[in-house]
């Protein structure tokens, strides 16, 4: 019996991929979920039950939440990444985290295939794709709903003729919960203009009064929130989330370009992603250089659209990544940000490492490191090039293009 792993989380399209590919192909399954901070225990143990039931050899359930924080979302932090100015990449960079999980299980198990439920529509068949077929060179991938290019009402047609029993009801709004942030899609964002309703977003705004919120990073990654410490990165963030999500903050639709070549629009909830990133970015302003900057946002631009595209595995993402953790040795410190509903606003920070010291001078106040002198010599020098080139040139010098 040949032996197969099958990315699973319970849903329609893997709940087929299981019945089909164990009773009509004959394999021996393994199911896997990863699980990068989206399902509850009660969750994960009803995914299992399920997945017995329809017939799998062995269940496996991968926690995957600091793997996903140490292998991905470090860097996403350290470069301040927001996908076209918005979007924190929630999605996408779980998709990431449970492909390489995927791939490390079915090279543990010695497996001759693995398998996804991915459709041929959209962008998570070309990240699961590729990363399994680098990681597991030589191992079959099977996706039999795209192959079979299944419609919904195929698919539940099957599983009827079966005896499945599950909640076959389509959802008004589908939702992808993870350790960093929660997708929505719905009938809204199936069009260019209109906006989610309230009830639509998983969490529901109930906090009203204001909030001053302490947070402390160390080498640029949070660790504590309000006081509290925690040992792993990844429990800061979670404990962030259930302090400001209920004031609807990170809120937001991203339309974006997809791996295939379409436009694509979704709603998401981010409140942790999005204060941690905007925290994170005031205190770099206070600590880098002007050069760290502008080195920093190039490459985290770049960053953060190939991981997108799913290029995990590039090695010029080993390379980028060593300079970003490089320019966060002194990004250490507190930022104060004031809660509201549905907004939030950081206030400043404070750090041993401030470039902005007053002892070096009061931008527009007083200067205490230069004499007069000493800007008149500098201003002749940092001009001279284009001096000359006017000079040589024998042209008058132009405000704009007339």
Same mark, same amino acid.
């Not at 320019?327 to 401030?354: I, K, N, W």
């Given at each position: ?109 010695? +497996?001759?295939?693995?398998?996804? =439920?991915?459709? /041929?529509? @959209?962008? %998570?068949?070309?990240?699961? !794709?590729? $990363?399994?077929? *680098? ?103 979670? +404990?962030?989330?259930?302090?400001? =999500?209920?004031? /609807?903050? @990170?809120? %937001?639709?991203?339309?974006? !370009?997809? $791996?295939?070549? *379409? ?140």
């Amino acid at each position: 019996m040949k032996k197969v792993v099958l990315g699973f989380s319970g849903g329609l399209d893997t709940t087929y991929c299981a019945l089909y590919l164990g009773q009509e192909l004959g394999y021996e399954i393994t199911s896997v979920t990863v699980d990068t901070g989206g399902f509850s225990a009660d969750e994960l143990a009803q995914i299992e039950a399920h997945a017995y039931r329809l017939g799998v050899k062995q269940h496996i359930t991968v926690n995957a939440v600091k793997s996903y924080y140490d292998r991905i979302l470090r860097y996403l932090i350290f470069g301040n990444v927001l996908k076209n100015n918005t979007y924190p990449l929630s999605v996408s960079a779980e998709r990431l985290s449970q492909a390489l999980a995927l791939a490390e299980t079915a090279r543990t198990l010695g +497996a001759q295939a693995v398998a996804h =439920g991915s459709t /041929g529509a @959209g962008n %998570d068949q070309v990240r699961f !794709d590729m $990363i399994l077929q *680098i990681a597991l060179p030589g191992v079959e991938i099977l996706t039999p709903i795209r192959d079979q290019r299944l419609s919904r009402e195929a698919e539940i047609e099957y599983l009827k003729a079966k005896g499945v029993a599950m909640n076959f009801e389509k959802a008004a709004y589908s939702i992808n919960k993870g350790l960093w942030g929660t997708s929505v899609g719905g009938r809204e964002t199936l069009h260019s203009n209109g906006m989610l309703p309230e009830s639509a977003w998983p969490t529901q705004v109930t906090a009203t009064a204001s909030h001053s919120l302490r947070l402390d990073f160390e080498k640029g990654e949070l660790r504590a929130v309000d006081g509290q410490t925690f040992a792993h990165p990844s429990e800061a963030i979670r +404990a962030l989330q259930a302090l400001a =999500g209920p004031y /609807g903050i @990170g809120r %937001d639709i991203h339309v974006g !370009d997809t $791996i295939i070549g *379409i436009k694509g629009r979704v709603g998401f909830e981010a409140a942790a992603p999005v204060i941690i990133l905007k925290a994170h970015h005031a205190l770099e302003k206070h600590v880098l250089s002007k050069w760290q900057l502008q080195w920093k946002d190039t490459l985290s631009q770049f960053y953060g659209n190939w991981l997108h595209e799913g290029q995990i595995l590039d090695p010029v993402m080993r390379d980028i990544e060593a300079f970003l953790e490089n320019s966060q040795q002194f990004v250490s410190g507190a930022v104060f940000v004031e809660l509201h509903p549905y907004r939030f606003m950081v206030a400043g920070v404070e750090t041993a490492h401030d470039l902005m010291s007053a002892k070096f001078g009061a931008y527009g106040e007083m200067n205490q490191g230069w004499t007069g002198e000493d800007v008149k010599g500098f201003t002749r020098i940092f001009g001279q090039q284009t001096r000359i080139w006017h000079l040589v040139n024998a042209q008058e010098p132009t405000l704009g293009h007339d």
